[in-house]
């Protein structure tokens, strides 16, 4: 049984840095692909980033691009979402997610694994 556990999150000024973690346990991860999505109140469940796990190769949302950057630690199975220069907007509980494929998708219902999720407040 493939478990998702995040960790991370918090209240931070716009401008500051926060990383998130994601522990994954329960599967073969390198044929999986990795994902962070992000929800905030009243709006649809949205994808940030995400990476494959065999090749590292990764993808981003236009609107994290050059601020966030996802990666992993193999020999851990956690994943990472390190968040630079972070705005208001950027305010959402994000959650972990994973899909038994080869192509990063953008889509929440393609993902077949979710963490419980962590909250990022990014204060004005």
């Known amino acids: 049984q493939v478990q998702l556990v995040e960790s991370g999150g918090g209240l931070v000024q716009a401008g500051g840095s926060l990383r998130l973690s994601c522990a994954a346990s329960?599967?073969?991860?390198?044929?999986?692909?990795m994902g962070w999505f992000r929800q905030a109140p009243g709006k649809e469940r949205e994808f940030v980033a995400g990476?494959?796990?065999?090749?590292?190769?990764?993808y981003y949302a236009d609107s994290v691009k050059g601020r966030f950057t996802i990666s992993r630690d193999n020999a851990k199975n956690t994943v990472y979402l390190q968040m630079n220069s972070l705005k208001p907007e950027d305010t959402a509980v994000y959650y972990c997610?994973?899909?038994?494929?080869?192509?990063?998708?953008?889509?929440?219902?393609?993902?077949?694994?979710w963490g419980q999720g962590t909250q990022v407040t990014v204060s004005s």
């Open positions: 997610a994973a899909r038994k494929a080869r192509l990063i998708t953008l889509t929440a219902r393609s993902y077949d694994y």
């Open positions: 329960g599967g073969t991860f390198s044929t999986y692909v």
């Open positions: 990476i494959k796990w065999s090749s590292g190769s990764t």
